[in-house]
């Protein structure tokens, strides 16, 4: 009688030991799908920022068409501005874009190094964004500082423009390099999630 519950015994710690290891088993696979999961939410906020800058475009070339008739400004500079906004959101949307498959059951270690690519591609192009701006300015500056001394009385407008637009370009630039980090931070995020379930496996 003694023998039949020993056996009893070692039967239900057997089984309790095969229940403790299927569960750890399916550990890793519910922490990678969590991940998953996780990386989709993680980026969806800036595929949301992308088709929000589409959706601006318009709106924003027809603020500064109408400036730049306003001002007397040349249609080059606003094909030059036009063509480089342009621009900039296709680049954005080909830097940030990752299919959705390969975040929810692509193979995770080619997924790090996509982020960690497009890391390094949006960071290019924040400093080719930087120089473009930059020669805009310069441009836009000397056709306002040209058109106030062809026109008379218009002087004191075209330096109060220049002085608003070193303002707003000023906090443009600061809200974009807080845009680009929150960016780079997302993508390091996930990077590490990956890296700590490939250690784990």
Same mark, same amino acid.
């Given at each position: ?10 039967? !239900? ?14 550990? @890793? ?5 969590? %991940? ?21 475009? @318009? ?9 730049? &008739? ?11 501005? *036009? &063509?480089?906004?342009?621009?900039? %959101? ?8 990752? @299919? ?50 062809? *026109? ?12 608003? *637009? #070193? #303002? ?20 390091? !995020?996930?990077?590490? !999630?990956?890296? !700590? ?5």
């Amino acid at each position: 009688m003694e023998t039949d519950n020993n056996m009893t015994e070692l039967e !239900q710690m057997r089984e309790q030991m095969n229940v403790f290891k299927s569960h750890l088993d399916e550990q @890793p696979i519910i922490n990678e799908q969590l %991940v998953r999961n996780s990386m989709g939410g993680k980026m969806s906020w800036i595929k949301k920022f992308v088709w929000g800058e589409i959706a601006l475009i @318009p709106f924003l070339l027809a603020v500064m068409a109408s400036f730049h &008739v306003s001002m007397g400004l040349s249609w080059w500079l606003f094909a030059f501005l *036009a &063509v480089g906004l342009i621009a900039d %959101v296709i680049g954005d949307y080909i830097i940030n874009r990752i @299919p959705k498959s390969q975040l929810l059951s692509g193979d995770l270690v080619e997924t790090s190094q996509h982020l960690a690519k497009m890391k390094k591609q949006r960071t290019q192009w924040f400093i080719i964004g930087l120089i473009f701006i930059l020669i805009w300015f310069v441009w836009f500056c000397a056709e306002l500082i040209l058109s106030s001394k062809l *026109a008379s009385g218009k002087e004191t407008l075209s330096y109060f423009v220049i002085g608003a *637009a #070193v #303002v707003g370009g000023i906090i443009g630039l600061i809200i974009a390099w807080l845009i680009f980090r929150k960016m780079q931070k997302t993508n390091n !995020q996930i990077i590490e !999630q990956i890296n !700590q379930i490939s250690k784990e496996d």
